[in-house]
């Protein structure tokens, strides 16, 4: 009988741990959550009024995130990023009658590099030079927003598509 109870015990105790670790866990140990849900509402309503701000206005050269500088001239056309160290990002517009990447970039100046048993090692990329030997930093190729399969210069132009070099 005492065992009975003992283990009722022991049941209770754990379901009220169990308890009070979930309100913990869902509360997020804040002692003030007026607080914290007018943050949130604020945030929210902020959030939701310069959305349907940037909506009803067009885009002006003052209003712009960022400029998109059109280079080169072509029949493709395909939108390149690049992503500096501070995480500033310049665009542009690419026009062009290369078949690669690495060659339409190379014919505007836009990047610079070495040749490697791998391909175009690429140091240079806007004027702005990232060696990994020197910097522990190198120059990642992304294609619409996924990390490069291929190299530069070997990545095909796929008209409409978007490219970025991002120092990482």
Known sequence: MQKHTCRKSVSLLVCCALFAATALFTTGCSTNTETADSSASV????????????????????????????????????SFAVVDADGNQTDFEIHTDATTVGDALSELGLIEGEDSEYGLYVKTVNGITVDYDTDGKYWAFYVDDAYAQTGVDTTEITDGASYAFRVE
Do not use: I
Request: proline letters at 6%; aromatic letters at 2%; hydrophobic letters at 45%.
């Open 43 to 78: 945030a929210a309503t902020s959030e939701a009024s310069s959305t349907a701000a940037s909506e009803a206005a067009p885009a002006t050269p003052d209003t712009a995130a960022t400029e998109v500088q059109v280079l080169g001239e072509g029949a493709t056309v395909f």
